[in-house]
């Protein structure tokens, strides 16, 4: 099981990976919908960790 401030920490470092991401190649590029798919789903499991 996560700790849930190490889990925070990766939602961070993924939402400064997705800004990057769309900066450089837009919102609807490959890459930023592969970001902003992992940003969602470790948001989804921080959520999940944190409401049980």
């Known amino acids: 099981m996560y700790d849930p401030k190490e889990l925070w920490k990766e939602v961070e470092q993924l939402q400064e990976i ?11 590029s490959p890459d930023a919908v592969r970001a902003i798919q992992a940003f969602r789903n470790k ?9 049980q």
Request: charged fraction near 30%; proline fraction near 0%; aromatic fraction near 4%.
């Open 43 to 51: 948001m989804q499991e921080y959520n999940d960790l944190t409401t």
């Open 18 to 28: 997705l800004h990057d991401v769309v900066q450089k190649k837009g919102a609807k």
